[in-house]
Each structure stands twice: as structure tokens, then as C-alpha cells.
């Protein structure tokens, strides 16, 4: 009886430890710390790994334009057509970061209103690592990027999207 209360603990202990959180949330009043876009060189390049479901997945970030990074990404189908893009600022704003977003369908159309994006405030950079209220971008083992996302479903569940890539360039 011991040893299948141990194998239980085990398999438990491993089912958390596969689901750990990648990405951090603030609340509504949190304010951002200060920090810069040179912060963020080491993101800048071409990258590329799987998505969802193991599809393929790339992300390209541009050197800055003067407080401003620009960002693709393009979710790929499982059959290698696209399945969305998203086009991203990464903006020097206030004397902190803010990570701006809009996805957009394969025939271009837009997932948000004309004149609306997703907002990511800036919770903390830590060396090689962006973490904003829900999104993470961190740099992952020699030369890799780990990118997450927490999103909530139509039953309001919480589930968060990993996507690990390595540098292409």
C-alpha cells in the first residue's frame, strides 16, 4: 500500500509539474516597472518551432525603430497553410514597456474590431525574459525563445498556450 501511495504522489507531483505556469498576471491598479526597448535586443530575429497542436509556428521581431519593435506570427495548419498571424509592437511607452496585438485570420481579415488590439502591460523584466499581464517572452535553453499566452475559453477556463522556438537567422 505504501509503494502505490508514493507512485501516486509521484505521478501527481509529475502532472503539476507539467502544467506549470509560464505566465504571470498583475491586477488593474499594478503599476509597471520602468524599463526600455534595448532591454528587449535579444529578442530581435527569427524564430521558429511548433504551435498548436505541433503545428508549425514562426515568430520574427524587427531591431527597434526608434521606441517601437515590430513583430510577426504566423500559426501554421497542420497541412502548412496558415492558420492565423498576428501582427505585434513591442512600444517604449511611459518609462515601461507595452506589448500591443492583432490576429488576423489566413484570408486577412481581423479577430479584433478596426480599431482595437490586445494590450499587455509590463509586469517585470528579468534578464532574458518579458514577463507582461498574461503573455511571456523568455529566452529557452542555448539559443530558443519560449513564448506563452493565458487565455480564457467560452467556459471561462484558463488554460495557457506554450510555444517553444529556436533561432532560424
Known amino acids: ?44 530575429g527569427q524564430w521558429s518551432g511548433s504551435g498548436i497542436g505541433g503545428a508549425a509556428a514562426m515568430e520574427s521581431w524587427l531591431p ?37 496585438l492583432k490576429h488576423f485570420n489566413a484570408d486577412l481579415t481581423g479577430w479584433e474590431e478596426k480599431d482595437d488590439m490586445l494590450t499587455f502591460r509590463l509586469i517585470a523584466v528579468e534578464g532574458c525574459a518579458a514577463y507582461f499581464h498574461s503573455l511571456t517572452l523568455r529566452c529557452d535553453g542555448e539559443d530558443g525563445l519560449l513564448a506563452a499566452v493565458r487565455m480564457k475559453s467560452d467556459g471561462d477556463e484558463i488554460s495557457e498556450l506554450v510555444f517553444r522556438f529556436e533561432r532560424v537567422d
Open 64 to 100: 527597434p525603430t526608434g521606441d517601437t519593435m515590430v513583430g510577426t506570427f504566423v500559426q501554421q495548419t497542420g497541412e502548412g497553410g496558415i492558420r492565423f498571424t498576428e501582427h505585434m509592437y513591442l512600444v517604449e511607452e511611459e518609462e515601461t514597456l507595452v506589448l500591443r
Open 1 to 44: 500500500m505504501h509503494i502505490a501511495s508514493m507512485v501516486t504522489g509521484l505521478l501527481l507531483f509529475m502532472t503539476t509539474a507539467a502544467v506549470a505556469q509560464e505566465t504571470r498576471t498583475a491586477p488593474e491598479d499594478y503599476q509597471s516597472p520602468p524599463a526600455t526597448i534595448e532591454q528587449m535586443s535579444w529578442l530581435v
